[in-house]
């Protein structure tokens, strides 16, 4: 049964940071891990995304310069940094993690429960 267990979310206020993790566990063939958020009455939205082997990132406009993803891949853990927040970074955080493609059109394959992130101003 493949999981993905995060954790890290809170109340900030904004310009503070936070670190989400997720880590990945069960028989799954993975080649990359990714984060989406979704705030209330919007759709969900891709944020982060690194593959596994190569080290390769992409994320979307509204968080470069601020968040940072990366991997430890013998805990089978992602990490997102996140720097700088802003009231708009506010939402629930998931976790995926992708059995095939690219950083730069990720699909999900399975999802993480979510942890919600709130920015105050």
């Known amino acids: 049964q493949v999981q993905l267990v995060e954790s890290g979310g809170g109340l900030v206020q904004a310009g503070g940071s936070l670190r989400l993790s997720c880590t990945l566990s069960?028989?799954?063939?993975?080649?990359?891990m990714g984060w989406f958020r979704q705030a209330p009455e919007k759709e969900r939205e891709f944020v982060a995304a690194i593959s596994w082997s190569s080290g390769s990132t992409a994320y979307a406009d509204s968080v470069k310069g601020r968040f940072t993803i990366s991997r430890d891949n013998a805990k089978r853990t992602v990490y997102l940094q996140m720097n700088n927040l802003k009231p708009e970074d506010t939402a629930v955080y998931y976790c995926?993690?992708?059995?095939?493609?690219?950083?730069?059109?990720?699909?999900?394959?399975?999802w993480g429960q979510g942890t919600q992130v709130t920015v105050s101003s």
């Open positions: 069960g028989r799954t063939f993975s080649v990359g």
């Open positions: 995926a993690a992708t059995s095939g493609g690219s950083v730069w059109s990720f699909r999900p394959s399975y």
